[in-house]
């Protein structure tokens, strides 16, 4: 038995664990990086890389099967989903390489590979290792919440953390749960060739309804099939899954359960660090602090937002605030994220119906993508943009349907948390053709409108008359 002290130790080796790590390592900390499973977590092995690396697939097979639209004539298609596994994993190897233990431990970072439990406030076992520190960071992540559908333990399922070894194609494939996840991979399976069936109350809940109302109708275009009610059962009818609802039933070759993500906080043996937690999480001050000072927690397993980016984003604060003097808030509310469906589901800030309650008088503008001339030149005219502003030009809330709208929203995130208004946004030269174009075309539109409203309006519109 060993025992070493260290000034952080990370327990979780996620993503917000890396940038932890790393960031400790980068101020001459002594750090050491705990994980059980696999150093990358869910966003490199199970998470944002495969599944992107997926929509990929299936958007390439999308593409050639529709390229007729652009005169490009194939003379078929077929999907090898062995050779699609292959290529996702070689996404996850691609990404993993930077993110190795010898990797890792060459930029100064003592890796830890086992099972975290805590001794006592100070001191935590990881397998035969016993090791203390000054400071902790808890980045365990989440894992699948699995619903309680009654027979489920019945039947064969999926959930995101082993849907991508499946080398199978389904003929049919049921998909429990509307959110990202489940729209993500929906698209992807009915793109590569399967039937599916999706089973949730609503689809993307947290977005704007027209973003909703959008999507849906995209997907049912696609040949996607919804029910729009809870699962209650699952049962199995000869080689067949049947999921039943109150009025209704789907059924499938393949089930994806898809019903969200609950915090990991089971086996750390929390209890003898005296940190206090549910399972909804380990609860933090606005510094990301436990009710154990010198222990902090962020990303997943605090209950908050799910996200890899405000993972990575919370660690690093909490580092910050762990070994140098100071203090930064970990917690925000401008926190945006993406859909990566096709097109893209963007969002920062408040919806429409949020900042109508919280304020009452809003202003609220849309920009379909139709307008927009790379859209139209690439034939990716389904989507639009819509700002949600006050009075005086300030923004307070963005969604954009583009087909790269992650990207297209970069700047409304920067000018919400720089508090610039529409028209610096209008101001600024955009280059022409692209997506984020359209922000400036928004914004001019916008800003004339208001300049040349009321009173104003009429003395511009008189100051111009005298000047022609």
């Known amino acids: 038995m060993t025992q070493d002290a260290y000034d952080l130790i990370v327990i979780g080796a996620g993503s917000g664990g890396l940038v932890a790590a790393r960031f400790a390592a980068q101020l001459g900390a002594k750090v050491a990086l705990a994980e059980k499973n696999r150093i990358g977590g869910d966003c490199t092995w199970t998470g944002c890389v495969p599944s992107k690396a997926l929509l990929k697939a299936a958007r390439i097979a999308h593409q050639v099967r529709t390229a007729s639209r652009y005169g490009v004539i194939t003379s078929g298609q077929a999907v ?40 006592d406030a100070s001191t935590v076992r990881v397998g035969e290792r016993v090791v203390r520190s000054k400071n902790f960071l808890l980045t365990t992540g989440a894992h699948a919440l699995i619903p309680p559908i009654a027979g489920l333990d019945d039947v064969p399922y999926f959930t995101y953390e082993n849907i991508f070894h499946n080398q199978l194609l389904p003929n049919k494939m049921i998909v429990v749960g509307g959110g990202p996840v489940g729209m993500e991979m929906a698209q992807a399976y009915q793109r590569l060739g399967s039937q599916v069936t999706v089973v949730a109350k609503q689809l993307l809940p947290k977005e704007d309804p027209d973003a909703q109302t959008m999507m849906q109708s995209l997907f049912e275009n696609e040949g996607v099939r919804f029910v729009h009610e809870q699962a209650q059962s699952a049962r199995k009818d000869g080689d067949s899954i049947v999921i039943e609802t109150e009025h209704k039933e789907a059924r499938g070759d393949l089930l994806l359960i898809a019903a969200g993500r609950t915090p990991t906080v089971e086996g750390l043996e929390l209890e003898k660090a005296g940190v206090q937690f549910s399972q909804r999480g380990i609860p933090v001050d606005d510094r990301l602090r436990t009710n154990v000072r010198h222990i902090y927690a962020a990303g997943d397993v605090t209950g908050g937002y799910q996200f890899t980016h405000y993972a990575g984003w919370q660690a690093f604060q909490a ?94 995130i920067i000018a919400m948390k720089q508090k610039l208004k529409i028209k610096e946004l209008a101001g600024a030269i955009h280059p022409y053709p692209t997506y984020s174009n359209a922000v400036q075309q928004m914004a001019t539109e916008i800003m004339i409108e208001h300049l040349l409203a009321g009173a104003s309006g009429t003395i511009i519109r008189g100051l111009s008359r005298v000047v022609r």
């Open 319 to 412: 580092a910050r605030n762990a070994l140098l003097p100071g203090s930064s808030s970990g917690i925000t509310e401008l926190v945006p994220w993406v859909t990566f469906t096709d097109p893209e589901v963007a969002h920062v800030g408040l919806t429409e119906a949020q900042a109508r309650s919280e304020l009452g008088s809003v202003r609220v503008h849309r920009w379909n993508m139709d307008r927009v001339d790379r859209a139209v030149c690439e034939g990716d005219t389904t989507g639009f943009m819509k700002l949600i502003t006050k009075d005086d030009g300030m923004i307070l809330g963005a969604t954009v349907i583009a087909a790269r709208a992650g990207e297209t929203i970069m700047e409304l």
């Open 80 to 119: 090898d989903m062995s050779q699609v596994r292959e290529y996702v994993r070689s996404a996850i190897q691609g990404v993993y390489q930077f993110e190795t233990a010898e990797q890792l431990q060459g930029e100064g970072i003592d890796v830890l590979l086992g099972a975290a439990q805590f001794e």
